[in-house]
Structures are given as structure tokens and as C-alpha cells.
């Protein structure tokens, strides 16, 4: 399978920055899609952005102009810019990855969808 792993988390004072990074690894062959998501105390998973390639990404309303996701695709490795935090922006912060991997003795191509573990961000004066 593929795993992927969350660094770059912790307390921030509102107006200041983070940078989120995840690697995925695994027998990966190639990954289509790669995006942030988070989820805070008492609600729904959302989508934060989400990146294809460069000229391809896409952005919750409530992080445009503040959040960049960029993407190393030799690297397998995603990250998550975030500038001018808000106490809103509190939550775990959980990478996801489509695509696929060679599986099996005879290296045969799957697809796959995997979650990191996340990893939280709190934005408090």
C-alpha cells in the first residue's frame, strides 16, 4: 500500500504562518491527485486544496489568497502554505493522495486512496 506522512504542525498566533508538508511512500507508479484536508472539533471533514499540477489547483472559498499547495511530484511530496492563519483555521490538517502502485509478485498496476495520520494546527494569541 501507499502511506503518507504529515510534518509541519503546531500553535500559531492568529496573522501568522505555517508550512505543511506530507511524503507518501510505497511502491507508488503514480499519483494523481494530491490535496489537504482538515477537520476541526464537532465537524465535517473539508476540503482545504488540492493540486493536480501546477496550473491545476483548487481552493476552499475560506482559504483563497491566504493558502498555497504546491507539489514535488519527483519527490512524491505535497505541501501546504498557509499564511495570515485565523482562529478558524484550527483543526487537524490530514493529507490525501490518489493513484497508483505496483502490487502483487507480478508488479501488477492498482489504484489507491490514502490518508495521513494528520497533524494539528491551532491558531490561539
Known amino acids: 500500500q501507499v502511506q503518507l506522512v504529515e510534518s509541519g504542525g503546531g500553535l500559531v498566533q492568529p496573522g501568522g504562518s505555517l508550512r505543511l508538508s506530507c511524503v507518501a511512500s510505497?511502491?507508488?507508479?503514480?499519483?494523481?491527485?494530491m490535496a489537504w484536508y482538515r477537520q476541526a472539533p464537532g465537524k465535517e471533514r473539508e476540503l482545504v486544496a488540492s493540486?493536480?499540477?501546477?496550473?491545476?489547483?483548487n481552493y476552499a472559498d475560506s482559504v483563497k489568497g491566504r493558502f498555497t499547495i504546491s507539489r514535488d511530484s519527483a519527490k512524491n511530496t505535497v505541501n501546504l502554505q498557509m499564511n495570515s492563519l485565523k482562529p478558524d483555521d484550527t483543526a487537524v490538517y490530514l493529507c490525501r493522495a490518489d493513484g497508483t502502485y505496483r502490487w502483487g509478485y507480478d508488479g501488477r498496476i492498482v489504484g489507491f486512496g490514502s490518508w495521513g495520520q494528520g497533524t494539528q494546527v491551532t491558531v490561539s494569541s
Open positions: 510505497g511502491n507508488i507508479f503514480r499519483i494523481n491527485n
Open positions: 493540486i493536480i499540477s501546477d496550473s491545476n489547483t
